[in-house]
């Protein structure tokens, strides 16, 4: 079955860098979530999209952005790239229109590594 | 959503059945109990979920108490790669979009033995 495919897996940036994380959903899904992981910590949410337009918000720096596009696609932008950006970066995906409650569960991707130099 | 409490870490030994304990004590009548794992840096990965009913999988068991306060997952022949953060989550279900997202809190850390 296909799953969220993130890329790239691996990124290292220098401080004051632009970078930039893609998410491919599960086809049919019209929800994409961002999350964030830093070392030794728990996944925290940033930022979700239903239908291509911005759902939820949790706490995603002034500097980060993201969009989901007409294919479902999504992407992560972040600017000015701080050492504490450095973190695991998980996107997930669901589907939720037409979906018994109950039945909304979200698939993670394998996750993009960021590394702030 | 509501908050979930459990404990840090426990072990088993492989071949055992592995019992997991949450405790949602402030759960609302329409917020779901989600159970999630993740094998280290990989990312999470959808274990069961329940409203009030038991439900069981090809992956685990989850009982959910009466009362709805606590739960536990039951992974009933836990192997060496079973070892991992095991999050309990509390979650609104309300399509479309807002609030359905999953907020991870400390997780516990089940570590299976030889």
């Excluded at chain 1, 239903?50 to 989901?68: H, L, V």
């Excluded at chain 2, 999630?36 to 999988?57: A, C, V």
């Excluded at chain 2, 279900?93 to 359905?100: E, I, L």
């Amino acid at each position: 079955a296909a799953g969220v495919i993130q890329s790239p897996r691996h990124l290292i940036k220098e401080k004051r860098e632009t970078a930039t994380l893609k998410c491919y959903p599960i086809p049919r899904h019209d929800t994409v979530y961002w999350y964030q992981q830093g070392p030794g910590q728990d996944p925290q949410f940033l930022i979700s999209f239903y239908e291509k337009m911005q759902s939820d918000k949790g706490s995603i720096p002034d500097r980060f952005s993201a969009q989901q596009f007409s294919d479902y696609h999504s992407e992560l932008n972040m600017s000015s790239l701080e050492l504490g950006d450095s973190a695991l970066y998980f996107c997930a995906s669901s589907l939720t229109q037409g979906v018994p409650s109950g039945a909304n569960v979200l698939t993670f991707g394998a996750g993009s590594r960021l590394t702030v130099l | 959503d509501a908050k979930t409490t459990q404990p840090t870490s426990m072990d088993c030994a492989e071949g055992r059945a592995a019992n997991l304990p949450c405790n949602h004590s402030t759960i609302s009548g329409n917020e779901y109990v989600y159970w999630y794992r993740q094998i280290h840096s990989q990312g999470p990965q959808y274990i069961i979920h329940g409203l009030k009913n038991n439900e069981t999988n090809e992956m685990a068991s989850l009982i959910i108490t009466e009362d709805r306060k606590s739960s536990t997952l039951i992974l009933p022949h836990a192997t060496l790669r079973d070892t991992a953060v095991y999050y309990c989550i509390v979650r609104v279900d309300t399509p479309p979009g807002a609030n359905s997202k999953l907020t991870f809190g400390k997780g516990i850390t089940l570590s299976v033995r030889p």
